[in-house]
């Protein structure tokens, strides 16, 4: 992950002494240097007469390209002088934050850095800045935590609105909660959604040489463990698809690809898409999702330009009293392996000649996400919980001996029924952590309800 980029200003008043201003602002800059956010900084402003101090920060921050504003009241100041500055960076997140006074020998020194900002909170709200106010306590350490997600919720804010996912066909099985409206994705989030043909990506697999499939299928080798052998015809096709998808991912920046599955892949060219999946996730870093599912691919780009995790999907198979079985009917990224990436040949139903993957999944405390739309509005469902190993389980149509498909049992951390009756898909998302805070400031930050 790139670190945050902001631009930092101090603001105490002209009558307050300078040097307590500028010392209060260098600790605070410094303080979130340490904690990896790149800035710009500016000296403190005042509320000089002739406003030379904030003309002097505009003409000095505006050149700079960053992904949200501090404004660090370290000190009472008339609202105008923050309010001036803040305006020229109206189209960035800004974040108010209120320094706080010293205990020097049992006697309180302060500022007013909270009289400063009582008076801003409400008028920045009331004029309509993209903001997060966070005040320091004088008995507490400074909030730094809250400040970085902010910042990180900031960056991963700009990182999303340049996103472009492929995907290649269009509504997988007809379903229906996969479906998106392009126009209000692009407008709330800035995503662009690019559909591609099969065709091409058939077309483009017969012009790479045996080598270059070669090259590709001795990685292969060398960092998956087959149970048992597999065709090495259906690796090289499965290579050359591959590399088709991978060609144009490239060509055309994607952030998240998804694939016409069961009604393409499978159906049309009898080849389960697995290894393609892995394989683009994994020596592509990109985010991988089944059947077309955009809102899916969306919630994953989020989750990745959040966190800097792959965003896995998962499906849930069983619910339980207390939270699912969830797994994936093909395959995982390399990063949410326990281990070594395992692989078997299988086939299901009437297809036959995939390679499934039959890794474990790490465990451990884990956040589940998706974005829909409710009644015209986007909302995230956010939860989290615990990732267990699961029982012994298979689904039903694999040949025999079925696979132990990649799975977790997750617990939940909340009420049961109130999760299934606001689940928003059979897909979800998973990062590992508590990200709630990141998910929340970014939602926020966009107008996104956020169900819990």
Not at 78 to 103: C, K, T, Y
């Amino acid at each position: 992950m790139r670190n945050p980029k902001a631009a930092f200003v101090g603001f105490g008043e002209v009558n307050t002494p300078a040097e307590v201003i500028q010392r209060k602002c260098e600790q605070a800059s410094e303080l979130l240097v340490s904690r990896a956010l790149d800035l710009v900084c500016t000296a403190p402003v005042t509320d000089d007469p002739a406003g030379k101090d904030v003309e002097r920060a505009i003409r000095e921050l505006r050149p700079h390209d960053v992904d949200l504003i501090v404004a660090c009241v370290a000190g009472w100041i008339p609202s105008h002088a923050v309010i001036r500055v803040l305006s020229e960076f109206r189209h960035l997140p800004v974040l108010l934050w209120g320094l706080s006074g010293d205990n020097a020998g049992g006697r309180v020194i302060t500022t007013a850095d909270q009289a400063g900002t009582t008076a801003l909170r409400q008028t920045i709200e009331d004029l309509g800045f993209h903001y997060k106010y966070i005040p320091s306590y004088l008995d507490a350490p400074p909030p730094i935590e809250k400040i970085v997600t902010f910042a990180r919720s900031a960056a991963a804010l700009r990182d999303v609105r340049c996103a472009r996912i492929g995907s290649m066909g269009y509504r997988d099985m007809n379903l229906y909660n996969t479906l998106f409206d392009g126009v209000s994705l692009r407008r709330q989030l800035g995503v662009e959604i690019e559909f591609f043909e099969m065709l091409e990506v058939v077309q483009r697999s017969a012009t790479f040489t045996a080598a270059e499939v070669q090259a590709v299928v001795a990685r292969i080798h060398h960092g998956w463990s087959f149970e048992s052998a597999a065709d090495p015809r259906v690796l090289e096709l499965g290579v050359r698809y591959y590399l088709a998808i991978r060609e144009r991912a490239v060509e055309r920046k994607y952030r998240g690809v998804s694939l016409i599955d069961v009604d393409g892949m499978k159906r049309l060219l009898q080849f389960p898409p697995a290894m393609i999946f892995m394989l683009l996730a994994d020596e592509l870093n990109i985010c991988t999702i089944p059947e077309n599912d955009i809102p899916g691919a969306v919630t994953q780009v989020i989750a990745n330009s959040l966190t800097g995790q792959i965003g896995a999907y998962l499906e849930f198979y069983e619910f339980l009293a207390n939270g699912a079985l969830m797994g994936v009917p093909d395959y995982v990224p390399g990063e949410i392996v326990e281990g070594q990436i395992r692989v078997r040949p299988s086939s299901f139903g009437q297809l036959a000649g995939g390679v499934l993957n039959v890794s474990r999944i790490k465990t451990g405390l884990v956040t589940l996400c998706r974005l829909a739309q409710r009644k015209g509005r986007y909302v995230l469902h956010l939860v989290t919980g615990q990732a267990k190993q699961p029982p012994a389980w298979e689904e039903a149509g694999w040949a025999p001996p079925a696979p132990q498909l990649p799975g977790i049992e997750f617990i939940l951390d909340g009420d049961m029924e109130r999760f299934a009756n606001n689940v928003m898909g059979q897909h979800y998302i998973l990062s590992y952590g508590d990200n709630t805070a990141l998910f929340q400031d970014f939602c926020a930050l966009k107008g996104i309800e956020v169900i819990g």
